[in-house]
C-alpha cells in the first residue's frame, strides 16, 4: 500500500527519477527500492546531495510501506552522510522529516508531532518541503484526534501551495483536508450512535447532501492528483 508519506517523496522524486516515481505510482515498491538503491551505489563519492537525499527518502518511505522497518532504519542512518552536503538548517529540516515519517509508521503520532511542529513553524524552510510536513503533521494530529489543529496546518499548507509548484501539492493538500474532514464526520457518527436520538439524525435530509459533496469532492481531488498535474 502506498503511504502518504510515500505519496508525498513521490512528488519531489518526480523530476529527479521519474522511473522510479512511476514503478512507485504502479505499486511496484520492491522494485522502486531496488532501482533506487542501484543509483545510490553507483553514485560517485560527491553526488548532487539534493538529488540523492530525495531518492534516498523515496527508497526509505517505500521500505516502510513494505513492512522492512529495519532496512527503512538502516537506510535512515546512511542518509544522515548524504544531509552533511547540505546546508546546515536543511540537515535539521530533513533529518527531523524522516524521524518523523518512521516515528508514524511505528503508531508514535505524538512524538512525531514534537519532531516536526518546529520546521512546520518554519517560515525559513523551503516552501515545498514545508508544506509536505504540514501535511504530514495534520495527519499526525488527526492520528491523535486533534482534526482542528490539522485543519490550522493544512490552512497554513493551502497558503504556501497556491505559489509553489508542482500543482499536485496544491492537490495534496485539498485531498488531505478531506481525509480530515471524514475522520470528523466518523467521529460525529460515532458520537451520534450512542445517542437517542441517532435514528432520526440518520434519515435527516441535511446530511445526506453533505455527504454527497463531500464524495464528489474526494472524487475531484482524487482525479486532480497525478503524474500531469
Not at 11 to 21: D, G
Not at 64 to 80: D, F, I, K, S, T
Not at 142 to 152: K, M, N, P, T
Amino acid at each position: 500500500m502506498i503511504s502518504l508519506a510515500l505519496s508525498l517523496a513521490n512528488e519531489r522524486l518526480r523530476p529527479v527519477a521519474a522511473t522510479m516515481a512511476t514503478m512507485i505510482d504502479a505499486g511496484r515498491l520492491g522494485e522502486a527500492v531496488a532501482y533506487g538503491r542501484n543509483i545510490l551505489d553507483r553514485a560517485p563519492e560527491k553526488p548532487r546531495a539534493m538529488e540523492e537525499a530525495v531518492i534516498g527518502q523515496a527508497a526509505m518511505r517505500a521500505l516502510l510501506a513494505l513492512g522492512r522497518e529495519e532496512e527503512a532504519e538502516e537506510l535512515m542512518g546512511r542518509l544522515l552522510k548524504t544531509y552533511d552536503a547540505l546546508p546546515r538548517k536543511a540537515i535539521r529540516w530533513h533529518t527531523a522529516m524522516d524521524q518523523a515519517v518512521f516515528m508514524m509508521h511505528m503508531n508514535k503520532a505524538a512524538r512525531a508531532t514534537q519532531v516536526i511542529t518546529e520546521i512546520a513553524d518554519d517560515e525559513s524552510a523551503e516552501a515545498a518541503l514545508r508544506i509536505e510536513v504540514l501535511i504530514l503533521l495534520a495527519d499526525a494530529y488527526v492520528a491523535l484526534g486533534r482534526q482542528e489543529s490539522a485543519f490550522h496546518a493544512l490552512d497554513v499548507a493551502a497558503a504556501l501551495a497556491s505559489n509553489v509548484k508542482p500543482a499536485s501539492m496544491r492537490a495534496m493538500v485539498a485531498l488531505m483536508r478531506l481525509c480530515v474532514e471524514v475522520s470528523v464526520r466518523l467521529r460525529s457518527a460515532e458520537e451520534l450512535s450512542d445517542h437517542d436520538h441517532y435514528a432520526a439524525n440518520r434519515t435527516s435530509s441535511v446530511r445526506p447532501r453533505e455527504d454527497a459533496q463531500l464524495a464528489e469532492d474526494l472524487a475531484r481531488a482524487s482525479i486532480s492528483f497525478g503524474p500531469d498535474s
